[in-house]
């Protein structure tokens, strides 16, 4: 069965689509609104879907108006652009590094991120904007360490795999650390904020993150034809004409941005910027980095967790970042074992 089409526009621009493709992104969007519209009904108050939808085109009532858009309506947004964020984010890093371990989980950010959250917490007993800017500080710095050390003649998959697990390691230790030197009010406040919760956001959260991912998702869509030719390697993909270097540097500038971004709003929720773009690349059946279902894989992930945590376990009982760590192992393992019976590992 063919899943490319070449389509010719009216002006004579033609290009190929991606049925399969095509037909994932549009029903992982389906999945990601109707998600959306259920968790936005779901609470101590529950609002059914339907005057959900009238509330939202401005038909509801004033009570159903204030917790609609001022109460959830803030957090569900929070989590779709967090989830499309770090699904971006994962699909970037592990085509940069060529393996499907280069995500942010494995190469530090989160820890990174979270070194500096704890940083405002534990030494400043920081705000929540102090926290937020030192958890975007600390995923720069993070990303920017690992570049640099990963540098000679350029960064190469393994290596950048390497180093991110390295200092990885060192931030985690100095995150323990952290933790002992907290007083027992600072000691639960940042414990929180680590589990990775979308319960408070607001809409302080949702028009930074909306600003940047607005500048930076475009900006990675249009270096996707360059980045798909560099996971043929470095020497081909400058035969055909890709400024390597130039390109990753701007792409992980932009993952690490996304990633850090995504953290500092609603900490460090752990797998889905590893299991998203591998989810959706298993759907798609197509190479290539599939920045664009991973993007829909992950918001769709991410608010449907959410979902599952409020629904199973009542309103703000469970931060989602639980959640996603118990689906994103069960996923690990079940890839393992297929790994395994396939003789690949």
Same mark, same amino acid.
């Given at each position: 069965?063919?899943?490319?089409?070449?389509?010719?526009?009216?002006?004579?621009?033609?290009?190929?689509?991606d049925?399969?493709?095509?037909?994932?992104?549009?029903?992982?969007?389906?999945?990601?609104?109707?998600?959306s519209?259920?968790?936005?009904g779901?609470?101590?108050?529950?609002?059914?879907?339907?005057?959900?939808?009238?509330?939202?085109?401005?038909?509801?009532?004033?009570?159903?108006?204030?917790?609609?858009?001022?109460?959830?309506?803030?957090?569900?947004?929070?989590?779709?652009?967090?989830?499309?964020?770090?699904?971006?984010?994962?699909?970037?890093?592990?085509?940069?590094?060529?393996?499907?371990?280069?995500?942010?989980?494995v190469?530090?950010?989160?820890?990174?991120?979270?070194?500096?959250?704890?940083?405002?917490?534990?030494?400043?007993?920081?705000?929540?904007?102090?926290?937020?800017?030192?958890?975007?500080?600390?995923?720069?710095?993070?990303?920017?360490?690992?570049?640099?050390?990963?540098?000679?003649?350029?960064?190469?998959?393994?290596?950048?795999?390497?180093?991110?697990?390295?200092?990885?390691?060192?931030?985690?230790a100095?995150?323990?650390?952290?933790?002992?030197?907290a007083?027992?009010?600072?000691?639960?406040?940042?414990?929180?904020?680590?589990?990775?919760?979308?319960?408070?956001?607001?809409?302080?959260?949702?028009?930074?993150?909306?600003?940047?991912?607005?500048?930076?998702?475009p900006?990675?869509l249009?270096?996707?034809?360059?980045?798909?030719?560099?996971?043929?390697?470095?020497?081909?993909?400058?035969?055909?004409?890709?400024?390597?270097e130039?390109?990753?540097?701007?792409?992980?500038?932009?993952?690490?941005?996304?990633? $850090? @971004?995504?953290?500092?709003? &609603?900490?460090?929720? +752990?797998?889905? *910027?590893?299991? %998203?773009? !591998? #989810?959706?690349?298993?759907?798609?059946?197509?190479?290539?980095?599939?920045?664009?279902?991973?993007?829909?894989?992950? $918001? @769709?992930?991410?608010?449907? &967790?959410?979902?599952? +945590?409020?629904? *199973?376990?009542? %309103?703000d !009982? #469970?931060?989602?970042?639980?959640?996603?760590g118990v689906?994103?192992?069960?996923?690990?393992?079940?890839?393992?074992?297929?790994?395994?019976?396939?003789?690949?590992?």
């Amino acid at each position: 069965m063919k899943t490319n089409r070449a389509v010719r526009s009216p002006g004579g621009l033609s290009f190929r689509l991606d049925v399969r493709a095509t037909v994932v992104v549009a029903l992982l969007l389906v999945l990601a609104c109707v998600a959306s519209v259920l968790l936005i009904g779901t609470g101590d108050f529950d609002i059914p879907a339907g005057d959900v939808l009238k509330t939202l085109v401005g038909r509801g009532n004033a009570g159903q108006e204030f917790i609609v858009n001022e109460l959830r309506l803030p957090r569900v947004l929070v989590g779709l652009l967090v989830g499309g964020a770090l699904g971006v984010g994962g699909a970037l890093f592990q085509a940069i590094s060529r393996n499907p371990l280069g995500s942010p989980d494995v190469l530090g950010l989160g820890q990174g991120a979270t070194a500096g959250a704890l940083i405002m917490i534990v030494l400043f007993s920081g705000s929540s904007a102090q926290v937020t800017v030192g958890a975007l500080v600390g995923g720069l710095v993070t990303g920017l360490a690992i570049y640099l050390l990963a540098w000679k003649r350029g960064v190469h998959g393994y290596r950048l795999v390497l180093v991110g697990i390295g200092v990885s390691a060192i931030v985690t230790a100095v995150n323990g650390y952290l933790m002992t030197r907290a007083d027992i009010v600072d000691a639960s406040r940042a414990v929180v904020w680590m589990t990775g919760s979308l319960n408070g956001r607001d809409w302080d959260q949702v028009w930074p993150l909306l600003a940047l991912c607005a500048v930076l998702v475009p900006l990675v869509l249009t270096n996707g034809r360059a980045l798909r030719m560099m996971e043929m390697g470095d020497d081909i993909s400058s035969a055909l004409g890709v400024r390597v270097e130039r390109v990753r540097a701007l792409l992980m500038v932009a993952a690490v941005l996304l990633t $850090a @971004a995504a953290t500092a709003a &609603a900490g460090p929720v +752990s797998f889905v *910027a590893l299991t %998203a773009p !591998q #989810l959706a690349r298993r759907l798609t059946r197509s190479p290539g980095p599939n920045l664009v279902p991973s993007l829909c894989m992950g $918001a @769709a992930l991410l608010v449907g &967790a959410d979902f599952i +945590s409020q629904r *199973a376990f009542g %309103a703000d !009982q #469970l931060p989602v970042g639980v959640v996603t760590g118990v689906l994103g192992g069960v996923y690990l393992l079940w890839l393992l074992v297929t790994e395994r019976k396939a003789g690949r590992i």
